[in-house]
């Protein structure tokens, strides 16, 4: 069913965000209590999440035993793990499980506009386009809005927001400052300033949350 808004759930993994994970994300478990709040605002207004996911094995390009911190890194959300599985605090509701494996077309957008649940995204790389079927979802869901949050804004973010600046011109694209953790904090402010220049707005929980109704926020162009 296409929705006006549209929810991302970048990557909220146990490996990612508690400190015994895998790939640490430093301070992400302070944003799990809004995490929490996003999804269950997301699941009773009926919003759908696309949540990606980083399902990885050991012959992925981004896993090394000597990893450089950038393009490649130590294993982590490894399938099969408890670290690759999201965080109980972002469950998704009878989610559609996407695999890289190219879909045809037509059947899967018939499928995606049948579904009445969430969805997730699987992925061997940072970037959730390498999920050949990410783009279709997408087109098939069409939203006026895309609300994105998760981790990190240095890597796995990057990708979604700067994907879909590219290929949705026209979509409004709203990032939760609140709801987002780095790697390396300095690029990730960085990083902020340069996608609101492209056209991304910066919006904080509270906002989306205590709104009486959707609609007054998706036409506010300010925080």
């Given at each position: 069913?296409?929705?006006?808004l549209?929810?991302?759930?970048?990557?909220?993994?146990?490996?990612?965000?508690?400190?015994?994970?895998?790939?640490y994300v430093?301070?992400?478990?302070?944003?799990?209590?809004?995490?929490?709040?996003?999804?269950?605002?997301?699941?009773?207004?009926?919003?759908?999440?696309?949540?990606?996911?980083?399902?990885?094995?050991?012959?992925?390009?981004?896993?090394?035993?000597?990893?450089?911190?950038?393009?490649?890194?130590?294993?982590?959300?490894?399938?099969?793990?408890?670290?690759?599985?999201?965080?109980?605090?972002?469950?998704?509701?009878?989610?559609?499980?996407?695999?890289?494996?190219?879909?045809?077309?037509?059947?899967?957008?018939?499928?995606?506009?049948?579904?009445?649940?969430?969805?997730?995204?699987r992925?061997?790389s940072?970037?959730v386009f390498?999920?050949?079927?990410?783009?279709?979802?997408?087109?098939?869901?069409?939203?006026?809005?895309?609300?994105?949050?998760?981790?990190?804004?240095?890597f796995?973010?990057?990708?979604?927001?700067?994907?879909?600046?590219?290929?949705?011109?026209?979509?409004?694209?709203?990032?939760?400052?609140?709801?987002?953790?780095?790697i390396?904090?300095?690029?990730?402010?960085?990083?902020?300033?340069?996608?609101?220049?492209?056209?991304?707005?910066?919006i904080?929980?509270?906002?989306?949350l205590?709104?009486?109704?959707?609609?007054?926020?998706?036409?506010?162009?300010?925080?």
């Amino acid at each position: 069913m296409r929705s006006a808004l549209l929810f991302w759930d970048v990557d909220t993994l146990n490996d990612f965000i508690w400190p015994d994970g895998k790939l640490y994300v430093p301070g992400s478990e302070e944003i799990v209590p809004i995490l929490a709040r996003l999804t269950e605002f997301a699941h009773q207004h009926r919003i759908p999440i696309l949540a990606s996911a980083d399902n990885h094995d050991l012959s992925d390009p981004e896993i090394s035993s000597t990893p450089d911190w950038k393009t490649t890194f130590p294993p982590h959300c490894m399938r099969g793990t408890r670290g690759q599985l999201k965080i109980a605090e972002t469950t998704l509701q009878d989610p559609m499980v996407i695999d890289p494996e190219p879909r045809e077309k037509k059947a899967f957008t018939r499928e995606v506009l049948a579904h009445p649940g969430d969805f997730l995204v699987r992925k061997h790389s940072l970037d959730v386009f390498s999920n050949p079927n990410t783009v279709t979802l997408v087109e098939a869901l069409d939203p006026d809005a895309i609300v994105v949050y998760g981790v990190a804004t240095d890597f796995c973010v990057k990708w979604a927001i700067e994907g879909l600046l590219a290929r949705l011109p026209g979509k409004r694209i709203y990032l939760v400052t609140d709801s987002i953790r780095s790697i390396y904090p300095d690029e990730g402010d960085q990083l902020l300033a340069g996608w609101q220049k492209a056209g991304a707005q910066l919006i904080s929980s509270y906002r989306i949350l205590n709104q009486h109704a959707l609609d007054s926020y998706l036409s506010t162009r300010t925080v």
